[in-house]
Structure formats: structure tokens, C-alpha cells
Nanobody, 113 residues
């Protein structure tokens, strides 16, 4: 299964954006799917994950602002981002958490006025 992120773009601070992660096959067999991000010049980090039972976990920096969800019937995982800050600027990726599959291209989110 390949997972490809999309939906990035330029947004002003305080704005919202929803990212989508489309899978080439069924995601209901993937125990945990995560959204990762890699800010310019920094390492990639896991910011949110969702289990196949719907339980979610977030890194502290996005808690209360980001919401991860999955639609197993449509094989899609979403990341709703609100109250965006400049430090959220990054290339966002989705992937199986453990193990990681091959990384897709990612989608760039730029938060700037």
C-alpha cells in the first residue's frame, strides 16, 4: 500500500487547512497511520497518529489545533489543521507508523502573511 499526502498550500497565520492522505489499497489492515512533518532544515517528526480503532495521539505542539481522522471505507486519512502558526510550515507526509512504508512526496504547507 502506498500513502500519498495532498492538500497543502499557502495559508495565513490563524487560518485552517485540511490535508488528505490517499491510499492505493485498503487501510483497515494498517494498525496505525500517522501524519509527519519536516520543517525546513529540520528532521521529520510525527505529529499525529490514529489507530485502526480510531484512537488518536498528538504531539504537544499541535494538541487542540490539529485533528486526525480516517475513513476506512474510502481508504483516506485526514488532518484538519486550525489556528495555524508560522512554525507549522513544513512538508507534511502520511505513512504507516510501525513499520514505515516507502515515503511519498509529501505536501508543502506554508504559513505566512
Amino acid at each position: 500500500v502506498q500513502l500519498q499526502a495532498s492538500g497543502g498550500g499557502l495559508v495565513q497565520p490563524g487560518g485552517s487547512l485540511r490535508l488528505s492522505c490517499a491510499a492505493s489499497g485498503s487501510i483497515d489492515r494498517i494498525p496505525m497511520i500517522g501524519w509527519y512533518r519536516q520543517p525546513p532544515g529540520k528532521q521529520r517528526e510525527l505529529v499525529a497518529l490514529i489507530s485502526n480503532l480510531g484512537s488518536t495521539t498528538y504531539v504537544d505542539s499541535v494538541k487542540g489545533r490539529f485533528t486526525i481522522s480516517r475513513d476506512n471505507a474510502k481508504n483516506v486519512v485526514f488532518l484538519q489543521m486550525r489556528a495555524l502558526k508560522s512554525e507549522d510550515t513544513a512538508v507534511y507526509y502520511c505513512n504507516s507508523v510501525s513499520p514505515n512504508y516507502a515515503w511519498g512526496r509529501g505536501t508543502l504547507v506554508t504559513v505566512s502573511s
